[in-house]
């Protein structure tokens, strides 16, 4: 199993441009989730699913936008890049959405917005 | 939201037990105690969770208070590889949205 995988692993963006931060599972885990955290700061939540067609907004999703086609996807768009946005992005995922799951957490990109 | 507070930092030596403490006062009666840790430049990794009685794993142990209001972490015996990032959250065992909201966890220095 490769677990959470995340790409890219570093990116660099200017103001206003758009793109996509890349998060796969291979655990068949129904629940997936994105995180920001910011520099001596705990994660934040982005976004999260349930399950394949469905999403809903966590703390900060403004600015974010995510779709969920299949189980093993979860991508997040950056829709017009921001400064306030540069931040460290992990994306998770867990069997269920049962508070005693365990979460697995992806190596993070390093997103950096000029 | 129930939350959780912890000391910013915390030093340890080298092979010596590590207690880290967690205050949760607010835990409803289904919420799960895990903790998670963040090693430098990672992603958060799964320590440790419990309930109610205390649990044992191969990294560490955790001791929860029968009032459930508060949590020790016990790494047995600290290595240079544990120093970290430890959060303590609580995770919601009812329906809907499953959220680990972390805090700004515990820094750990392992001193040689």
């Known amino acids: 199993n490769a677990g959470v995988t995340q790409t890219p692993k570093f990116q660099v963006l200017k103001t206003g441009q758009s793109m996509t931060l890349q998060c796969a599972q291979d655990?068949?885990?129904?629940?997936m989730s994105w995180y920001r955290q910011d520099p001596g700061m705990g994660l934040r939540l982005i976004h999260y699913?349930?399950?394949?067609?469905?999403?809903d907004q966590g703390e900060v999703p403004n600015g974010y936008n995510v779709s969920r086609s299949t189980t093993e996807d979860f991508p997040l768009r950056l829709l017009s890049a921001a400064p306030s946005q540069t931040s460290v992005y992990f994306c998770?995922?867990?069997?269920?959405?049962?508070?005693?799951?365990?979460?697995?957490f992806g190596p993070g990109t390093r997103l950096t917005v000029l | 939201d129930a939350k959780t507070t912890q000391p910013n930092s915390m030093e340890s030596n080298e092979e010596e037990p590590v207690h880290l403490p967690c205050n949760h006062s607010t835990i409803s009666g289904t919420d799960y105690i895990h903790w998670y840790r963040q090693l430098p430049s990672q992603g958060p990794e799964y320590v440790i969770h419990?309930?109610?009685s205390n649990v044992n794993n191969r990294m560490a142990s955790l001791a929860i208070a029968e009032d459930r209001k508060s949590s020790t972490l016990i790494l047995h015996r600290a290595t240079l590889r544990d120093a970290a990032v430890y959060y303590c959250?609580?995770?919601?065992?009812?329906?809907?949205?499953?959220?680990?909201?972390f805090g700004k966890g515990t820094k750990l220095s392992v001193i040689p």
């Open positions: 998770a995922s867990s069997y269920s959405i049962s508070g005693v799951d365990t979460q697995y």
């Open positions: 699913s349930v399950g394949a067609g469905i999403t």
């Open positions: 419990g309930l109610t």
């Open positions: 959250i609580l995770g919601y065992s009812g329906a809907g949205s499953y959220q680990l909201t």
């Open positions: 655990m068949n885990h129904e629940y």
